[in-house]
């Protein structure tokens, strides 16, 4: 355990958590919009673009040496309610670059003002755009973080559904992938996490769904059927509340026969790799999913 980690844990449950649990939207996206301009940097020389696919506006970044024909469809989290691609650029750029590929992040419609099936639709249509852009599907890898990695393995799901192109690969970090919120770790690790107030995950829902069952594979892919799916990888921290969607959606898919990796991580905080900037171990798991990626599509940096 690096020092940056011993001292983050403690900031994060005495601030952010307390701020999950009574945190209305507008302060939590104000919130991690001022604290991903001050902490969160992307590789010196990352050009920034904004650009359109489908209608649905998407956030570009393009580190040094990338290959236009290589993309990370990267959706961030934020419990359908927050965040945005400016909060994760830096994260998804520091990733592109070592994979030598191009970012691109849909800034879909956030809860409460757009309910489902706002989210899901949005990142549908921006997936669509970019194949007709003149993207093949195999060069693409999909990912996200949290709510965002449920909205990742859902598009997967739902092209595999309709029998549509699938990406070259899928990743997840600490994904949400069951809203009915059923894994036994929202209860054994409820007062472990240092971020997630488990007795908030209802209210957060409720908030994004309007009444939609929480077993929708698009949004819920813990639901969904993945036999024929391209390789996946999942990360989590085993003091999360999320480790059992993690786990969980790592079984079905090996059971589906998926080629899949499944990384839990010893005591940290929910989506960590955000943090890449000051914490090691944030650099360290994006180290390791590049080379994973890169090995999975035969990629040369």
Request: net charge neutral; charged share 20%.
């Amino acid at each position: 355990m690096s020092i940056m980690q011993r001292i983050l844990n403690p900031w994060l449950r005495a601030v952010e958590k307390r701020r999950m649990k009574t945190g209305t939207p507008a302060q939590l996206r104000r919130a991690l919009a001022g604290q991903s301009r001050m902490f969160f940097h992307a590789p010196r020389g990352t050009v920034y673009a904004q650009e359109t696919y489908d209608d649905v506006p998407c956030q570009a970044v393009t580190p040094r040496g990338a290959s236009e024909e290589r993309v990370l469809f990267y959706i961030h989290g934020g419990a359908f309610v927050f965040g945005s691609p400016s909060t994760h650029s830096a994260m998804v750029a520091s990733l592109a670059q070592r994979i030598g590929a191009r970012g691109v992040m849909p800034k879909y419609r956030l809860a409460p003002e757009a309910p489902f099936p706002a989210a899901p639709d949005d990142v549908r249509a921006a997936w669509e755009g970019l194949l007709r852009s003149g993207v093949t599907p195999e060069s693409i890898v999909v990912g996200g973080d949290s709510a965002g990695g449920a909205l990742a393995f859902g598009l997967v799901a739902s092209l595999r559904a309709e029998g549509a192109p699938m990406p070259g690969a899928v990743f997840g970090f600490s994904p949400l992938t069951d809203l009915t919120h059923s894994g036994e770790s929202f209860r054994t690790n409820a007062e472990a996490d240092v971020v997630l107030p488990a007795e908030s995950a209802d209210k957060l829902g409720a908030l994004f769904l309007r009444g939609a069952s929480p077993e929708t594979p698009s949004v819920s892919p813990l639901f969904g059927d993945f036999e024929g799916a391209p390789p996946a990888w999942i990360t989590v921290g085993d003091t999360e509340v999320l480790l059992d969607d993690g786990r969980r959606l790592a079984e079905k898919l090996r059971s589906q026969g998926v080629d899949t990796t499944l990384q839990v991580e010893r005591d940290l905080p929910h989506v960590w790799p955000i943090f890449h900037n000051v914490l090691p171990e944030g650099r360290q798991t994006l180290d390791a999913l590049a080379q994973w990626i890169r090995q999975r599509q035969n990629w040369v940096v």
